[in-house]
């Protein structure tokens, strides 16, 4: 919700998970809410800048080309051609682009007025993303290794007899369940708890200054400054989430494509 819709309330409710269910259209699953309002923004908002950072190329890019190619070049060398190797780097790296800047524009929407909703905080989002991840990294890997030979890189090489089923079981829990599920909590607890603490701080701190004496309008105080403090280091943690994201996309990829992984 908006960071300071709360603080209207002549006695504080504190936040909790019912303010990031915002239905604008309708309820039930089939509701048109905030969430799918902001992340069909960003999309435009997202295709917008990439227009317009790529109209004019030129040997010696202005402000915009430049800005367009740094991120570009974050994703294509740091993450998909350091991780993925030179060979295969570069069928992959409109996957993770895409999926960089998409999560870290909805990422910044958290702090960004008047949005200020992170969309990743709604568990569906980050687990459709998990789910194109686990689709490609299996699909890649039955393409490179065949579908049986596929299951049989899961295990390393040299184990002892007794070994090889526990491993094969534990390896596959990984593949199938573990990695797309961690994937995607990851993303959304960082987002969720960062977004509610802010809540907690604006909200709480907006109340004692106008409710309470003069000891809590002090705290109340306070409170706004560690509302800013907290608002840098989400910051930081919204854009460190986007490249966690896709780094770890980019290992399961080149795993999948690794002899053994």
Known sequence: ???????????????STEDFWQPLVGDGPFAITRPAVVILLSVALISWLLLVGTK??????????????????????????????????????????????????????????????????????????????????HVVGFRKHGFFGYFKSIVPSGLPIGMVIPIFLLELITDLFT????LALRLFGNMFAGHLLLLLFITGGEYMIVHGGIGLKFAGAFSFVMA?????????????????FVLLSALYIAGALADEH
């Open 1 to 15: 919700m908006s960071i300071l819709a709360l603080a209207s309330e002549s006695s504080y409710t504190s936040p």
């Open 56 to 137: 004019r190329m030129s040997v010696v890019p202005g402000r915009k080309q430049l800005a367009t190619e740094a991120v570009y070049g974050l994703v294509r060398n740091s993450v998909a051609r350091d991780v993925l190797g030179s060979r295969d780097f570069l069928r992959f790296v409109p996957l993770l682009f895409s999926m960089f800047v998409l999560i870290l524009v909805n990422n910044f929407f958290g702090v960004i007025p008047p949005v200020q909703y992170p969309t990743m905080a709604r568990i569906g989002f980050p687990a459709a993303l998990a789910l194109v991840v686990f689709v490609v990294f």
């Open 179 to 182: 990695r797309p599920v961690t």
């Open 228 to 244: 800013f403090v907290m608002t840098l280091f989400e910051l930081l943690v919204e854009f460190l989430q986007a490249y966690i």
